[in-house]
T-cell receptor, first 113, second 114 residues
Framework: DTAVSQTPKYLVTQMGNDKSIKCEQN?????MYWYKQDSKKFLKIMFS???????INETVPNRFSPKSPDKAHLNLHINSLELGDSAVYFC????????????FGPGTRLTVL | AQKITQTQPGMFVQEKEAVTLDCTYD???????LFWYKQPSSGEMIFLIY??????QNATEGRYSLNFQKARKSANLVISASQLGDSAMYFC???????????FGPGTRLSVLP
């Protein structure tokens, strides 16, 4: 029944490791997003995919690589994790039409030690 | 330049009173959408209300209403009859034209006092 799901919910890892966060939506939406929310609660878009194609790629380190195997999934892979990557990562989706809100996943809290 | 400004980092309101959370935006696109989201301490992002740039009337959803003043580029959220469960971070966001890029403001932390 979940609209947008993310796994894992919590991720604790050492600096230098590589990790992935998975996102799935069952809403039939065309567009999916990754956001990073820092410790001050500021939400910043990282990537957006529309029908499996990258349409927004904000200035993020190239250690972050999104992968969209199909319209319902958008995964985020992070190489060589750094302390500054610690944040909450939100996946979201929208129908892709104008003026529709985004539906957010529950978030993944990443802690890099 | 900041596209979404929320000038109140924190607000307090007494239970059962109304509160207004400010949001101003900046865009040159005549078509845009404005959104408010709530983020309680549990962390999830909850959509509250939407206003389109061409909408003639202010949006309302239950106890939430959006005071849309287009000429002033403001889209303030009004919560009537505040409840303790309204304590949360509130984010104003904008979507310009037909793009898929949402821009969020820095948020306002609302605390409802018993």
């Amino acid at each position: 029944d979940t609209a947008v799901s993310q796994t894992p919910k919590y991720l604790v890892t050492q600096m230098g490791n590589d990790k992935s966060i998975k996102c799935e939506q069952n809403l039939g939406h065309d567009t999916m997003y990754w956001y990073k929310q820092d410790s001050k609660k500021f939400l910043k878009i990282m990537f957006s995919y529309n029908n499996k194609e990258l349409i927004i790629n904000e200035t993020v380190p190239n250690r972050f690589s999104p992968k969209s195997p199909d319209k319902a999934h958008l995964n985020l892979h992070i190489n060589s994790l750094e302390l500054g990557d610690s944040a909450v990562y939100f996946c979201a989706s929208s129908p892709g039409e104008s003026y529709n809100e985004q539906f957010f996943g529950p978030g993944t809290r990443l802690t890099v030690l | 330049a900041q596209k979404i400004t929320q000038t109140q980092p924190g607000m307090f309101v007494q239970e059962k009173e109304a509160v207004t959370l400010d949001c101003t935006y900046d865009t040159s696109d005549p078509s845009y959408g404005l959104f408010w989201y709530k983020q309680p301490s549990s962390g999830e992002m909850i959509f509250l209300i939407y206003q389109g740039s061409y909408d003639q009337q202010n949006a309302t959803e239950g106890r939430y209403s959006l005071n849309f003043q287009k000429a002033r580029k403001s889209a303030n959220l009004v919560i009537s009859a505040s409840q303790l469960g309204d304590s949360a971070m509130y984010f104003c966001a904008m979507r310009e034209g037909y793009g898929q890029n949402f821009v969020f403001g820095p948020g306002t932390r609302l605390s409802v006092l018993p």
